[in-house]
Every structure is written in C-alpha cells, then in structure tokens.
C-alpha cells in the first residue's frame, strides 16, 4: 500500500465548505425483510469485462460488479453486465451503474448515492484518506498481519464494506490463487487491481445472493454503525461459508477509556463517546459490535472462536514504542477525520445545527492534542470457524 505521510503538518488539515447542500433523510434502506423475499438484483455497476464506456475497460481493474443471481462462472464469479449482449440499448446495469455515481454533497462533504442514507461517511478523497490510515494502523496493531484467523490456502475471500478496498487488493496479493471479492455502496474502489480482486456495489445487510457454503474466508473490518442486525448479518455469512470456512471481524470502540485516573468522570472524551452510541442507537445501526462480535458469532454457530483485544491510544501519550506509533497515526486518523465520522450523525441523525456540530468537532480537536490524558480506543479481532458436520 501506499503509506500515509506521518509528517503531514496540523496546519495542513482544513475545514470544509459549511453549508447545506441538501437535507438527506437518514432512514433505513427498506426493511431487509422485505426485500428478501424479492431476490432482485442488490446493486448495480458497470460491468468490468467489456469495451464499452464505464469505469472500467479491462478484465482485471477492479471494476464493480452487480450481484445477482445469475448463473456463475467457474470460479463463482457472476455479472449481469447488459454490455456483454452487444445491444446499444441502455438497460437495468447501465441506468443503475450511472445513478450509484450520482453522489449526494452534504455540508461540504460527498456520500454515497446506492442506498441513500444508509451510511453515515463521506466517500470524498479525504474520506478515502482516512480509510487507509486506519488500514495502516491495522498492519501496525497486527503485526503487518492481514489477518488473524488460520486460514490455509484459501480460494474464496469476501471482504464486506470493503471501502477503498485496501484491505481485499493486499488480500489478493498475499493468496495469488485465491478470488478475493469486496463489497460496498460506494464505488471508489481503484480500477487498476490484482486480477484476482473484484468489487461490486451491494448493500450488505440484504439477503447475500452469493452461493451457500462458498466463501473460505469472510472479512468484516469497521462496519460499526451500519448493521441494523447483527444476528441476521452473521446468520448470512453463516450460510454462506464452507464448512471449515474461517470469519474475522475487526472493530474497535468509539468511547476512550483511561487505565489510569489522568481522565476524570467529567472529561470530554465520556461525552464524545457517548455521544456517538447515543447517535448510533438512534440511526438504528449501534457502535458497540466490537465487544459484543464474539456472544453473536458463538449464537450464529460459528465455533473455535477467539477474541483479540487491542488498544489505540488517543494521540502519542504512551511510552511504549509500538503503542506510541499507534497512538500518533490514531491522533492524525481522528483530528483529520472526525468530521466524516460525526457530521451526518450529528446534523442529520441528531438534528444538531452544523455550527454546534464544529464546536463539538474542534472541541474534539483540541483535546486530542493532550498528552497528559492517557485515553484509548479498546478494539477486538474475533474469528471463528463454521463447524464441518461430523
Ligand atoms: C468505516 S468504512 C470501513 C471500510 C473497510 N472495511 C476498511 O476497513 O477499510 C465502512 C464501509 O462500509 C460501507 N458500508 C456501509 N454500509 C454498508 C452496506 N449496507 N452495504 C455495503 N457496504 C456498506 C461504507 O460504504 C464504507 O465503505
């Protein structure tokens, strides 16, 4: 990957545009119930193999792919791509593959288009910045690991909301034989990949159209705040795993904790954090999985479960050499970053004015600058394995 740069300024950050572009209505997509039973096409994108206009123009460049349930190729894969049939009529691909472009600007910042609403981040440039400083801090966590769970020779990975797809391109990379599949409503995956990577647009809390007993590994990394159902959420990669097929999810905590007591009852990092549950609970998507991910993989059926926690300090405080490092990507990730974590949510989910929301946000800023509150973000790496039937 492309690391981050450590020495970006303070001053280099800036604040973005304030204004309401628009008034987006933070419901949930239609019930996942609901459309269950329909079994339509999840998502729509540019087909990735053809010569015709789209976001790609080769085989291998990562382009999105819709998800259907049409029949698949040998390796699984599958595309309902209207391009391949040679008619110069547009059709159901092409109409959605523009519309998921179509990207809603709120307050200065850019979302997703596919499923309006249903996320709370920005898909901006910076968005996507940020994204790959946290995978950066996830090597660092895991010991330049990709991954925890003892996964041998894997041939098919799914990388759910895979983001920019950072995580599922080095994926492909480290198991060449493997087809490594990233999801996500937002396309801003990159277009040139390893040929064995692929993304679709797809909204993950619908039923999964992939076939049952497929994937040998299923990977979940941040998807905290955007699951209305855990249960049925594991449930579907439950059923859609092989058996001996391995999942890991990664998530950590959105409230700083202190060991020690350099942070009072009354610090601001208790209101921040509560402050976002407290958004969470009322977008109907909590941001408490990465301490419950372990009980619902156990209820789900997942077995050889095991849960490792790990610590984010708020900024550089620690005196430990790894946990510094850690801490100082942590404090550069959340001062750059808060405001696409917390905009919509506090505007749109929280009814707070835009400029109560920035007071709340430089608050946050200032306070990451202080080293003499040891505060950390807990987080847990949990896999576990679907039982093979005796
Ligand atoms: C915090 S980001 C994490 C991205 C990536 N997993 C990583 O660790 O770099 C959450 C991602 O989940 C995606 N997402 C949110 N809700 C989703 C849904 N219902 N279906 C598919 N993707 C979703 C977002 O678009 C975003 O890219």
Redesign the pocket.
Known sequence: MAAPNPSKPDDAFSLHSIGQDSAVQLND?PSQHSEHSTHTTHGAAAPSHNDAPGPSSGPHQGAMQAHNDEPEGPDGYVSDSGFDSGSLLGDETDTLASSIMHYRMENGRQY?AY?DG??W?P?DELAKEI??F??HM?LLTLDHKLHLAPIRNPQTIL??????G??AIDMADQYPSATVIG????P?QPEWVPPNCHFEI?????EWTFPEDHFDFVH?????G??PDWDFFFQQAYEHMKPGGWIEI?EHSVQPIADDDTMGPDHFFHLWGETVVQMGQIFGKSFTIWSEAKERMERAGFVDIVEVEYKWPMNGWPEDKRLKNIGRWNQLRLHEGIEGFMLRLLTQVGGWSVARAQVFLAEMRKTLKDYKIHAYLPGTVVYGRKPIPS
């Open positions: 997509p997703h499923r249903a996320y981040g898909n994204l790959d946290a995978h996830y990388d759910v909301g895979t983001g920019t950072i995580w999801t996500d409503l937002s801003i797809d909204d993950v809390t619908l979940i990394r941040e998807l905290f955007c699951i990664v």
